[in-house]
Structure formats: structure tokens, C-alpha cells
């Protein structure tokens, strides 16, 4: 499994922006090889609002053909929001995981 995430330092004020555009994916959910997608906010943050967005897949080359798609050129199109002060993007290999007893790892997330 692959997993990505994309975590983004917002201006106070604007976690609505941020949730609109997870509102219409359109798309993804259909992806093959697409497992699940979350936006997490980090507590105690002072200055701005950050933002992580995970997303797992069954594999990297699932998501990689994803970045092919329309359906990701459109969820991408346009300049960065100017309310987005800072953003990095990290990949990952799972290479263990673990779930609830009587749960599968999906299930768990």
C-alpha cells in the first residue's frame, strides 16, 4: 500500500475554503486502486490552521495512474488559494499496519 499526504498552513479564518474543495472531489472515489481519503486538523495550532490531507492507496502506481485522470486535473486545476501560506507533500510505503480486534485496516481508519 501507498499513502500520501499533503499537509497545508492556512490563514485563520479560512477552514471553510479548505473543506469546500474536499466537498466535490467528483471522482477519485471511482479511481481503482483508490482505499480512502482524509482531511485532519492539527490541535493547538496558534499563528495558522493546518491542514493534512491523507489519501492510501493499493499501490503507487494506482495513484500515479490517478494523476493522469481528468477527474485529478480538474481537483487540481487553477493557482494556489492565496489563503494557503505554506504546503509540503510526503509519499509512503506501508510496511505494517495493524486494526481492531474484529476489524479489517479499512474498517479501523
Known amino acids: 500500500m501507498f499513502v500520501i ?9 479560512n477552514e471553510e475554503k479548505v473543506l469546500a474543495r474536499f466537498e466535490r472531489l467528483g471522482g ?11 482531511v485532519l486538523k492539527t490541535r493547538g495550532t496558534k499563528e495558522y490552521d493546518e491542514f493534512t490531507i491523507f489519501s492510501k492507496w493499493e499501490s503507487k502506481e494506482a495513484h500515479d495512474q490517478w494523476t ?10 487553477g493557482e494556489r488559494s492565496e489563503y494557503v501560506l505554506d504546503f ?5 510505503d ?16
Open 68 to 77: 493522469k485522470t481528468e477527474s485529478f486535473r480538474q481537483s487540481h486545476r
Open 28 to 38: 477519485i472515489e471511482e479511481t481503482p486502486g483508490f482505499i480512502l481519503l482524509n
Open 5 to 13: 499526504t499533503n499537509t497545508l498552513k492556512v490563514e485563520k479564518g
Open 94 to 109: 506501508v510496511v505494517a499496519e495493524k486494526a481492531g480486534t474484529g476489524k479489517s485496516p479499512q474498517d479501523a481508519i
Open 88 to 92: 509540503g507533500i510526503a509519499f509512503y
